[in-house]
């Protein structure tokens, strides 16, 4: 049987990380009625935190990490 590499391990735990940004713990942080540039803050968290995962995904998946 072949041992999973580290790439595999590192997209593991991006996915685990994934999990956790977009949990109730993180969630409930962000949900305030304050507003940056006009846009309630959890909206920017959810789609901050969902290019961070997009971006590191792209660096994993192709050789960066």
Partial sequence: MRKPS???Y????LFLLGCLLF???FLALFNVGATAAGVPVLYVYLFSAWGFVIAAAAVLVEGGG
């Fill in 6 to 8: 580290l790439r595999a």
């Fill in 23 to 25: 949990n109730y713990p």
């Fill in 10 to 13: 590192r997209i593991i735990a």
